[in-house]
Nanobody, 122 residues
């Protein structure tokens, strides 16, 4: 089995910064892509940023220029540096691992973390 554990959420004032981490553990052979998603109260889950194993990234328009996604493939860990935070960034942030291949496995499976809450006060 694979576990994704997010950390780094919390309460911050508008204009501040936070750094989220997502650590994947288990008998992992490879992970194709990893991404951060968020879900604000009363809204659906949306993609924030995504990074492939090769380092290609894409961002939601609302966070471009403010958030930076990175990844340490050797540690199966992903990060999200969030700067210039706005109250509208308030949400539960989820980590997702796409197309995870386990050691000895033949199928690719997607996994989600349980989320970490980010609250930005005005």
């Amino acid at each position: 089995q694979v576990q994704l554990v997010e950390s780094g959420g919390g309460l911050v004032q508008a204009g501040g910064s936070l750094r989220l981490s997502c650590a994947a553990s288990g008998s992992i052979f490879s992970i194709n892509a990893m991404g951060w998603y968020r879900q604000a109260p009363g809204k659906g889950r949306e993609l924030v940023a995504r990074i492939t194993s090769g380092g290609d990234t894409n961002y939601a328009d609302s966070v471009k220029g403010r958030f930076t996604i990175s990844r340490d493939n050797a540690k199966n860990t992903m990060y999200l540096q969030m700067n210039s935070l706005k109250p509208e960034d308030t949400a539960v942030y989820y980590c997702k691992a796409d197309r995870v291949r386990l050691v000895g496995g033949i199928y690719d499976i997607n996994y989600w973390g349980k989320g970490t809450l980010v609250t930005v006060s005005s």
